[in-house]
């Protein structure tokens, strides 16, 4: 069976890209199509794989300027040759699920999330580019562009023949969207699962922990207003992304809070395992970080809607807060941290949970799948 990887663009490593990483490891030999990548990426996180872009990847500068050429990737998916496969598995949060398929070539979707510039939080982010740029045409091509690309994604919705997602929480977004069904299989996490030299009872330094990519929808101004708030704690916020700049210049003055950028992985643990706890500042669709800082046995305090509230056990694996507002969040913030230094966690507990969403019952999940599909 001749199977192909399908994924929107490969330049920043997030979320769908770890779980595209997991079906690689499962399907080796399968090719990777994609809109667009960057080399230094493939080559450190996917050195042995075949990757094929599409056209856009001959226009320059697209890995920096392509939020300006969305109009263009449903051309871009749609000229995506993959006649010659018998299985398509598409890795998808905007346009990969809108490959074109023969009849008898079966398609499997891992949905991330349905687009939320086009659906849930277009007004929100039409509003967010009124006020950044002061231009009403501007503004007008952007709304203009939103609906035409929300028809192709509605239609390019109905085209795969099984839909998975990363948590009931996208499942009934897809319901909604989309009017389809979709069976929930749980993004693969493994990082502390591999380590056995870590200690979960080493003292935790004072400091909570964000390790996610620099976008609006992340919050991370939230974050920060309550960690000016609370001075005698620390934020650490790890990665990168358009916001970087932005964001480092509202946390300037407060020693409190601090912005590493972007850090490989082999360097993440030795964050994991000193943090005092993880944070949540938005609502998540599902969220790897935070399994990965259960994995270490530390407790997550989330934002109680979205996915969060599918992986953290309130009281045992961590704590919710109710709003998105700095006091709020300031509040919940010292009260888990005078929990946690209470002892009021165990640490095994709280890895023993992670292990629900390990790298093999992901991979055993998926070849059940595929296979039933293909050969059911």
Known sequence: MKIVLVHDWLVRLGGAERVLIAFHKIFPEAPIYTLF????FTSRYLPKAKIIPSFLQKIPNIKKFHPWFK??????????DLSGFDLIISSSHEFSHGVLTKQ????????????????????????????????YF????????????????????????????????????????????????????????????????????????????????????LAINAFKKNPELDLVIIGDGPERKRLGEKAFGFSNIKLLGFI????????????LGYLICNEEDFGISPIE??????????????GATETVLEGITGEFFEK?????????????????KNGHF????????????????FKKEVLNITENLVYG
């Open 346 to 361: 165990s640490p095994a507990a709280i890895k023993k949970h992670s292990e629900k969403f390990g790298f093999e019952k």
């Open 264 to 275: 490989q992985d082999e360097e993440l643990p030795a964050h994991y395992e000193n943090c």
């Open 104 to 135: 008898k070539i079966r398609h499997i979707c891992y949905y991330h999330s349905p687009s939320r510039i086009l659906w849930d939080r277009a007004h929100d982010y039409a509003e967010d580019f009124k006020e950044r740029k002061k231009s």
């Open 138 to 221: 501007k503004l007008f091509l952007i709304k203009l562009g939103q609906h035409f690309l929300r028809l192709w994604d509605y239609s390019a919705g109905k085209r795969p023949d099984i839909v998975l997602v990363n948590s009931k929480y996208v499942a009934e977004r897809i319901k909604k969207y989309y009017g389809r069904e979709a069976e929930v299989v749980y993004p693969p996490v493994e990082i502390g699962q591999q380590l056995t030299t870590y200690n979960l009872q080493r003292e935790a330094k004072g400091y909570f922990l964000i390790v996610s990519q620099l976008y609006p929808h992340k919050n991370l101004d």
């Open 37 to 40: 990548y960057d080399e230094k």
């Open 293 to 306: 800082a259960m994995s270490f046995g530390k407790p997550v305090l989330a934002y109680n809607k979205g």
């Open 71 to 80: 109009i263009l990737m449903p051309i871009a998916v749609e000229s995506l």
């Open 324 to 340: 998105l507002e700095p006091d709020n969040l300031a509040e919940a913030v010292k009260l888990i941290s005078e929990k946690i």
